[in-house]
Structures are given as C-alpha cells and as structure tokens.
C-alpha cells in the first residue's frame, strides 16, 4: 500500500489505517486471535497505522496491540489516545479529563500496555471544556520533548479549539468521524486543518458497518453491540438508513466494486491529507478494504456518491445525547 504524510510535521503513515477498537470492545464479543490475525495480515498488505485508546476495553485493546506489534514495533505507526475518566465498573460511562496530570499518567500506562518506548501518535479522545486547551497540549509537548510520544493529535475538536491547540504545541492530526453519512469536519474543520497543514483521520469512514450493505436488521448484530443504542440504527432512522446505503450498493455494482471498497474510495479521495482507519477483526475484511486504496473514483462518480447521501438524507444523531455532549463543537 502506498503511504500518505499526516500532516506537516513529519509523520508518514499508510495511505489507510486500522482501527483496532472493534477486536476487544464495542462491536460484539472480542476475538483476540482474529485480532492478532488481522493486525499480522494488515503489516503483510502495508496497512502500518494502527489506532487504539486506553478507553477501548477499557485497557485490553492496548495490550491487544501491543501482542500483535511485539518484535516489530518498528514497523508500525502507532496512534493511541487519553482524555476520558476510565471507570472499569462502567465502561459506557463517560466524562473527560484532560488535566496534564491524566495525560502524562495515561502516556505512562499506555506505553507499558503497548510494550513500546514511545508512541508515534497520542491524542486527545475528548476535549475537556473544564481544562484550557494550552494546559493539556503543553503537557503533551512535554511528553514529545520527553522522546514518549513523537506527534500530537485531538479528536472531535472545534476548529477553534484546533487554532489554539497548535499554537501551543504543533498538532499533527485530529481524528474526526467523517464518511459519506457523516460530513460534519467539511463545515469548518477541514478548511482548518488544511490551512494549518493538519492531517485529519477519519474514523468511522464506513459508517460503523451501515455504508457496506451487510447490515439489514438489528437482527444481525450481536446482542451486545453498541450500535443497538445508537440513534442512526434504531427503527425509524434504520429503514430511511438502508435506502441510503442500498444507493451506495448499486452504484458499487455499477463499478464492480463492494459498497464498502467505493465508501473507503470516496474518503480517500476527498484528499492526499485524509486516511481513513475501518476497523475489523476480520482478514477477510481488512484485505476488501485495503484495496479501495488503489481505488480511482472521476468527478462524476464523486458526485455521484455525494448526492447518493446528501447530509440531509441521514436519520438519526451519529451519538446518542449523552455522547453528543462531549463533542467539542
């Protein structure tokens, strides 16, 4: 796979990432073995970004990753992140701490679960709006000039936020959902992170499963899968969802392609500064979305898929409310 530069600072990833948070948490039952699998089979195809959180688990995620990355760290970019008040008992509820405290004690702990001696890529999962942006980012510059963490990154953060941010510490990337069903970063963080020559990493760039037309009911979730409480897969919002991504089917067979490998394809080419990072726990998976990377879409087929699912079309918040509240918008 060819490789694409995060940002301006000197980070180089693959062209696509992985997410590794659906292998231990979220999305039905772990599988640490198709996890392992999956993460060996992503290094064989050039997929070299992985991305995890000490949230995801909580903690197990990390330690999964660093199983798989054992004896060739050096061949992978690793992305990890800290911000969220981690209460194992309760893992769905959530608050933030971006304290500089939490952030040095959280790099400390994720380095060790990862068994690596630094990481390529820390963020900030949430924004904590109790916490001046400059105190958090200049405790995590400390960490870069510590040599535990090379690059900066934010999550779901406002294009003010971002402004202030940098001009603490430089920002490398900030990981936002973004996908056909989810165009929020275009209103005004894209044009943010481009003039500041941030990189932006779309997470969720498949519409948590919905855009590869292999979700056709709730019936074909796990029972314990998150996307049962999400507002985008509940009743209503479902039905209008699927005549969106059915759209997204046809036009994927009209290219012979799969609707996820054209989803993947319409990120990628909305810019050389975007990767997007599908999760799975499959081999079989990742190998269909690695290869949407050589995937060429023309000015028409973009249009096409624009128009396939206009903002508008899409039902339901992409969070519940209480999640939406800790988006920094």
Partial sequence: ?????????????????????????????????????????????????????????????EELVGRAIAGRRDQFEIATKFGFVINP???TDRG?????????????ASLKRLGVDYIDLYYQHRVDPQVPIEETVGAMGDLVREGKVRYLGLSE??????????????????????????????????????????GLVAYSPLGRGFLTGQIRSLDDL???????????????????????????????????????????????C???????????????????????????LSAQELEQLDNAISRDAVAGERYSESMMALLNG
């Fill in 222 to 268: 796990p029972a314990d899968d998150w996307r049962r409480t999400n507002p985008r897969f509940q009743e209503a919002a479902f039905a209008e969802n699927l005549q969106l991504a059915d759209r997204v089917t046809e036009l994927a067979e009209q290219k012979a392609v799969t609707p996820a490998q054209l989803a993947l394809a319409w990120v990628m």
């Fill in 157 to 198: 953060a406002s294009a003010e936020t971002i402004r202030r941010a940098h001009a603490t510490f430089p920002i490398t990337a900030v990981q936002s959902e973004y996908s056909l069903w989810t165009r929020d970063p275009e209103d005004h963080v894209l044009g943010t992170l481009r003039e500041l020559g941030i």
């Fill in 1 to 61: 796979m060819h490789r694409r530069k995060l940002g301006t600072q000197g980070l180089e990833v693959s062209a696509q990432g992985l997410g590794c948070m659906g292998m231990s948490w979220a999305y039905g039952a772990g599988d640490e073995q198709s996890g392992l699998a999956t993460i060996h089979r992503a290094l064989e195809l050039g997929v070299t970004f992985l991305d995890t959180a000490e949230a995801y688990g909580p903690y197990v995620n």
């Fill in 89 to 91: 008992d309760r893992p």
């Fill in 96 to 108: 933030t701490d971006g304290s500089a405290e939490n952030a040095r004690r959280v790099c400390e």
């Fill in 270 to 296: 909305k810019g050389d500064d975007i990767i997007p990072i599908p999760g799975t726990k499959s081999p079989a998976r990742l190998e269909e979305n690695a290869a949407a990377a050589d995937l060429k």
